[in-house]
């Protein structure tokens, strides 16, 4: 009997984890969603091409509910991968899933700022664009 006491704090402090995880997802995944809708939003504008080459640097960073959670539980900050950005290979398939295609590559030439934004700097010619993507959470 005593070890239902250690097994049921076991189960719970699980049961919390997976929680609050979840809705680190789904709040990290809206977060995401938004910022992605900003950079369309701001392409769309400036390319004159329906497939523009496009290099995505640095990442969205996380959004402020983390922090919250990470308080608590600080491996969340190590599975959680905040994307788009260049750490990833997620990045086309979501922009495509807005039906926003783009061909990623590294762009060496050196390109004029076209848009600066609280989330990002866009630099770009018409058909090649560079995304500085900023943390917010830096900044604060």
Same mark, same amino acid.
């Given at each position: &009997?005593?070890? *239902? ?8 402090? +699980?049961?919390?984890?997976? *929680? ?5 997802? &789904? ?9 992605? &809708?900003?950079?369309? +939003? ?7 091409? +329906? ?12 959004? &402020? ?30 922009? *495509?899933? *807005?039906?926003?295609?783009?061909e990623k590559s590294e762009i060496e030439s050196e390109l004029q700022l076209l848009k600066s934004t609280y989330y990002?700097d866009i630099y770009g010619d018409g058909n090649n664009f560079i995304i500085e993507l900023k943390d917010i959470n830096?900044?604060?």
């Amino acid at each position: &009997k005593l070890l *239902y006491i250690p097994l049921f704090c076991v189960i719970y402090g +699980s049961i919390t984890f997976l *929680y609050t995880f979840g809705n680190c997802l &789904k709040q990290q995944n809206e977060y995401q969603n938004f910022r992605i &809708k900003n950079m369309i +939003s701001d392409l769309n504008e400036l390319t004159t091409t +329906s497939k523009p080459t496009i290099e995505l640097k640095g990442n969205v960073g996380y959004c &402020k509910t983390i922090d919250l959670a990470v308080e608590k539980y600080p491996v969340i900050r190590q599975l959680l991968v905040p994307m788009p950005g260049n750490n990833g290979f997620w990045d086309e398939n979501m922009f *495509y899933f *807005y039906n926003f295609v783009f061909e990623k590559s590294e762009i060496e030439s050196e390109l004029q700022l076209l848009k600066s934004t609280y989330y990002h700097d866009i630099y770009g010619d018409g058909n090649n664009f560079i995304i500085e993507l900023k943390d917010i959470n830096e900044c604060l």
